[in-house]
């Protein structure tokens, strides 16, 4: 008898606790948070925010680089896996601004694709799928490697055509700087005029969604190239991370003055539809809100910033 109370004792002392950790789990007002503040920890949160983005280049029916090439045959196999057997709801990073800007919650099962540079194989070989498959995917151009249908210019780029149809059927085209320039070598004024004059250009082409996100060519950026999209509020879209449930850097961080977005593609290459979606599914890697704090820890298995400022 005894023994029964004590048990019925811990189990609502411990049922205290649980709601007690429940209530202080409230988000933190993002309004009142800044870089100069003490450093705030995060609470894990189910990944309701975690958006799976791939990112291609190469779309070619033989293999060529093997970083950077999908074959053609796979490429077919990861849209059509993705689509009906993952159920991925498909938008472009231009949607994926509106609904930060608007501070809205993402559709259930976002994915996104990319695809860098305006290669020539990525309108002849990813289309069709594309098409059949109903994805509206983002395309990062490089201004100056734009081809036109007339000019006898290296064939490896799109045309002002390809790209303008692209447009036209509901993908999305992005700035992947004028020269494909090494950002971090260049200084905060040449890295401003690279990424607002290739903005520039594709709305003076047509394309108004122009400068929603930006692709860092090579992967390349600094604090001023952060700084840069932070003041125009431009998403950066970074090359591949090496994502784990112990990636010390979050997935994605704020958009307001203090902060800004930031996303890594998850690399598609060599892999089935099926691989593809065990690399990327919300069971595989852990998202963190930047507005929760962390209030208990058992087991130690959360990583978290203890000294660094959330950027």
């Not at 961080?253 to 902060?259: K, S, V």
Request: proline residues 4%; aromatic residues 12%.
């Amino acid at each position: 008898m005894y023994l029964n109370l004590s048990l019925c004792i811990v189990f609502a002392i411990c049922l205290s606790f649980l709601k007690i950790d429940l209530i202080l789990a409230k988000p933190v007002s993002r309004q009142h948070q800044s870089l100069g503040e003490p450093q705030l920890y995060m609470k894990y949160q189910v990944q309701e925010d975690y958006v799976p983005i791939f990112g291609y280049h190469k779309i070619l029916p033989e293999m060529d680089t093997p970083s950077t090439t999908t074959l053609t045959s796979l490429f077919q196999d990861q849209t059509q896996y993705l689509t009906q057997k993952a159920h991925c709801n498909w938008i472009t990073m231009a949607t994926l601004h509106q609904y930060i800007l608007k501070d809205e919650k993402l559709p259930t099962n976002t994915c996104i694709m990319t695809f860098d540079d305006g290669i020539e194989d990525q309108f002849d070989n990813a289309l069709c799928s594309l098409n059949k498959h109903e994805i509206p995917a983002t395309f990062y151009i490089i201004n100056n490697a734009i081809r036109d249908i007339n000019e006898n210019k290296n064939g490896y780029y799109m045309t002002f055509e390809e790209i303008k149809e692209l447009d036209s059927i509901g993908h999305d085209i992005e700035p992947h700087t004028t020269t494909h320039a090494h950002l971090k070598f260049l200084t905060y004024e040449e890295q401003e005029e690279e990424i607002l004059d290739s903005i520039g250009e594709l709305k003076k082409l047509g394309y108004t969604s122009a400068g929603t996100s930006f692709a860092y060519p090579y992967g390349d950026d600094n604090e001023d190239t952060v700084d840069i999209l932070r003041k125009h509020k431009i998403l950066g879209r970074d090359t591949s991370q090496v994502h784990t449930w112990k990636n010390p850097r979050t997935i994605t961080t704020g958009i307001l003055d203090t902060y800004y977005y930031h996303f890594y593609y998850i690399k598609p290459e060599g892999l089935t539809g099926k691989e593809l979606w065990e690399k990327a599914k919300w069971t595989g890697y852990w998202q963190f809100e930047d507005n929760y704090k962390i209030i208990r820890d058992v087991d130690n298995d959360i990583a978290v910033y203890q000294t660094e400022a959330v950027t």
